[in-house]
């Protein structure tokens, strides 16, 4: 086999892969982890005008700055990370269930992802009671739902010809 082949057969083997359901949820988690990791960061250096709640401290500027770099790295740090795992996790619920629910319908519509929205924010609520349950699914499902429309719709097409005269 040369070069050229190997190089093919593995291009196959990875785009086999990426289709796959396992693929999918494996690529949907990481990404999620990753971006939820970015929100997390951004979101947590944002929130420094609340008080500390520190002994004879009122707010995190009376603090020393080593102490407050300190403070808001560690912060920082444990907010990135609670926002990847809970991003990495909705991903990968929402990209296994969807997936599972394509394969079982046979059919890549619209359906599939208000399907897979209902059953995802169902489960992630299961534990605070069956009211819950049933607002995840509405939310998740209707989130879903407008974003498949959206990404289905006219407006997110490419022009017929994509090239520049």
């Known amino acids: 086999m040369t070069q050229e082949e190997q190089a093919a057969a593995g291009a196959d083997a990875m785009i086999n892969f990426m289709q796959s359901c396992p693929g999918k949820t494996i690529m949907s988690g990481v990404s999620g ?4 990791g970015f929100f997390g960061l951004f979101m947590a250096s944002m929130a420094y005008d ?3 709640g520190s002994e004879g401290v009122k707010h995190i ?8 770099m300190k403070l ?10 609670s926002s990847a795992k809970n991003f990495g996790y909705i991903g990968m619920i929402y990209s296994a269930v969807e997936c599972s629910v ?9 359906y599939n992802g208000t399907a897979a929205g209902c059953i995802t ?9 069956p009211q819950a349950a049933l607002l995840g699914c509405a939310g998740f499902a209707a989130f879903s ?6 990404m289905r719709g006219e407006a997110s097409r490419p022009p017929p010809n994509d090239y520049d005269d």
């Open 145 to 150: 739902t407008a974003i498949d429309m959206y």
């Open 33 to 36: 982890f990753v971006l939820g």
């Open 50 to 52: 609340v008080p500390v």
């Open 72 to 81: 808001q790295f560690s912060d920082m740090g444990r907010r990135s990370w």
């Open 102 to 110: 394509e394969s079982l319908r046979a059919k890549n519509d619209l």
């Open 61 to 68: 500027s009376d603090l020393p700055l080593k102490q407050q």
């Open 121 to 129: 924010g169902a489960g992630l609520a299961i534990k605070s009671g």
